[in-house]
Protein backbone atom coordinates (compact mmCIF):
# COMPACT_ATOMS: atom_id res chain seq x y z
CA UNK A 1 0.00 0.00 0.00
CA UNK A 2 1.46 3.43 -0.93
CA UNK A 3 1.78 5.56 2.13
CA UNK A 4 2.53 9.38 0.88
CA UNK A 5 3.97 10.43 4.12
CA UNK A 6 6.84 7.61 4.64
CA UNK A 7 8.03 8.29 0.75
CA UNK A 8 7.98 12.21 1.41
CA UNK A 9 10.04 11.47 5.12
CA UNK A 10 12.23 8.77 2.85
CA UNK A 11 13.36 11.64 0.62
CA UNK A 12 13.40 14.31 3.32
CA UNK A 13 15.70 12.15 5.51
CA UNK A 14 17.69 11.07 1.99
CA UNK A 15 17.97 15.18 1.30
CA UNK A 16 19.70 15.50 4.68
CA UNK A 17 22.07 12.47 4.58
CA UNK A 18 25.81 13.65 4.67
CA UNK A 19 26.61 12.33 1.05
CA UNK A 20 29.36 12.53 -1.59
CA UNK A 21 28.46 16.23 -2.97
CA UNK A 22 28.43 17.20 0.92
CA UNK A 23 31.80 15.81 1.12
CA UNK A 24 32.57 18.18 -1.62
CA UNK A 25 30.77 21.25 -0.53
CA UNK A 26 32.33 21.16 3.15
CA UNK A 27 36.05 21.01 1.18
CA UNK A 28 35.11 23.41 -1.09
CA UNK A 29 33.88 26.02 1.32
CA UNK A 30 36.81 25.38 4.11
CA UNK A 31 39.12 26.07 1.00
CA UNK A 32 37.36 29.08 -0.25
CA UNK A 33 37.09 30.47 3.94
CA UNK A 34 41.24 29.31 3.68
CA UNK A 35 41.62 31.55 0.44
CA UNK A 36 39.56 34.40 1.60
CA UNK A 37 41.86 34.87 4.68
CA UNK A 38 45.08 34.51 2.50
CA UNK A 39 43.52 37.04 0.11
CA UNK A 40 43.18 39.40 3.50
CA UNK A 41 47.00 38.34 5.04
CA UNK A 42 48.20 39.23 1.69
CA UNK A 43 46.57 42.87 1.23
CA UNK A 44 47.52 43.59 4.61
CA UNK A 45 51.15 42.67 3.78
CA UNK A 46 50.94 44.88 0.83
CA UNK A 47 49.92 47.88 2.96
CA UNK A 48 52.15 47.29 5.68
CA UNK A 49 54.98 47.47 3.16
CA UNK A 50 53.65 50.53 1.36
CA UNK A 51 52.95 48.56 -2.34
CA UNK A 52 48.79 49.40 -1.51
CA UNK A 53 47.20 52.04 0.23
CA UNK A 54 43.73 52.70 0.89
CA UNK A 55 42.77 56.35 1.10
CA UNK A 56 39.86 56.38 3.70
CA UNK A 57 41.18 53.09 5.64
CA UNK A 58 44.03 51.45 5.48
CA UNK A 59 43.72 50.40 9.44
CA UNK A 60 43.02 46.52 10.34
CA UNK A 61 39.07 46.95 10.44
CA UNK A 62 39.23 47.46 7.12
CA UNK A 63 39.30 43.17 6.36
CA UNK A 64 35.91 43.01 9.06
CA UNK A 65 33.98 42.39 5.94
CA UNK A 66 36.40 39.95 4.05
CA UNK A 67 36.21 37.81 7.24
CA UNK A 68 32.49 37.75 6.88
CA UNK A 69 32.45 36.16 3.64
CA UNK A 70 35.13 33.73 4.93
CA UNK A 71 33.02 33.20 8.23
CA UNK A 72 29.70 32.65 5.87
CA UNK A 73 31.51 29.77 3.97
CA UNK A 74 32.63 28.28 6.72
CA UNK A 75 28.61 28.48 8.20
CA UNK A 76 27.90 26.22 4.92
CA UNK A 77 30.91 23.59 6.25
CA UNK A 78 28.86 23.69 9.78
CA UNK A 79 25.54 23.04 8.46
CA UNK A 80 27.15 20.22 5.95
CA UNK A 81 28.66 18.56 9.17
CA UNK A 82 26.14 19.26 11.98
CA UNK A 83 22.40 19.29 10.15
CA UNK A 84 22.96 16.34 7.53
CA UNK A 85 22.43 12.90 9.17
CA UNK A 86 25.94 10.30 9.44
CA UNK A 87 28.29 13.37 8.49
CA UNK A 88 31.68 12.53 9.74
CA UNK A 89 33.26 13.79 13.04
CA UNK A 90 35.21 16.22 11.88
CA UNK A 91 36.78 19.34 14.14
CA UNK A 92 35.17 22.20 12.29
CA UNK A 93 34.86 24.38 15.59
CA UNK A 94 37.95 26.01 16.23
CA UNK A 95 38.58 27.69 12.33
CA UNK A 96 34.70 28.94 13.62
CA UNK A 97 35.43 29.92 16.52
CA UNK A 98 38.74 31.76 15.76
CA UNK A 99 37.72 33.64 12.72
CA UNK A 100 34.36 34.83 15.06
CA UNK A 101 37.00 36.34 17.62
CA UNK A 102 39.15 38.11 14.91
CA UNK A 103 35.90 39.44 13.39
CA UNK A 104 35.02 40.79 16.46
CA UNK A 105 38.18 42.36 17.26
CA UNK A 106 38.03 44.21 13.68
CA UNK A 107 34.34 45.04 14.04
CA UNK A 108 35.34 46.48 17.26
CA UNK A 109 38.06 48.31 16.24
CA UNK A 110 36.19 50.63 14.24
CA UNK A 111 34.57 52.27 17.12
CA UNK A 112 38.09 52.44 19.08
CA UNK A 113 40.82 54.48 19.13
CA UNK A 114 44.32 53.68 17.36
CA UNK A 115 45.94 52.74 20.83
CA UNK A 116 42.76 49.95 21.39
CA UNK A 117 42.57 48.71 18.24
CA UNK A 118 44.31 45.83 16.80
CA UNK A 119 47.39 46.77 14.22
CA UNK A 120 47.40 45.45 10.52
CA UNK A 121 50.40 43.08 12.02
CA UNK A 122 48.19 41.84 14.77
CA UNK A 123 45.49 41.25 12.03
CA UNK A 124 47.72 39.45 9.99
CA UNK A 125 49.33 37.40 12.61
CA UNK A 126 45.47 36.42 13.61
CA UNK A 127 44.77 35.80 9.91
CA UNK A 128 47.51 33.20 9.73
CA UNK A 129 46.40 31.22 12.82
CA UNK A 130 42.80 31.17 11.45
CA UNK A 131 44.58 29.78 8.54
CA UNK A 132 46.65 27.22 10.66
CA UNK A 133 43.46 25.87 12.20
CA UNK A 134 41.84 25.49 8.74
CA UNK A 135 44.98 23.60 7.57
CA UNK A 136 44.39 21.45 10.05
CA UNK A 137 41.10 20.62 9.65
CA UNK A 138 41.24 20.27 5.67
CA UNK A 139 43.46 17.84 6.27
CA UNK A 140 41.01 15.70 8.72
CA UNK A 141 38.64 16.43 5.34
CA UNK A 142 41.30 14.10 3.53
CA UNK A 143 39.80 11.63 5.31
CA UNK A 144 36.70 11.96 3.98
CA UNK A 145 37.73 9.68 1.15
CA UNK A 146 38.83 6.96 3.63
CA UNK A 147 36.04 4.32 4.52
CA UNK A 148 37.01 3.54 7.38
CA UNK A 149 36.22 7.46 8.90
CA UNK A 150 34.11 7.54 12.30
CA UNK A 151 30.68 8.39 11.58
CA UNK A 152 27.98 9.90 14.05
CA UNK A 153 24.42 8.52 13.77
Not at 58 to 79: C, D, E, K
Request: with cysteine; aromatic share 6%.
Amino acid sequence: MYNKSTVDSTAASQALAFSANSAVSVMRNAKAARVILRTVVLAIRAVEDGSASFDEDSTSSRWSAALGAARSRLAMVRYELTEKSHAPCLDFVEPMVLIDALDAALWFGQSCTDASRLTNMEAMIAAEVVIDSLDEFLRECDALEKPEIALVH
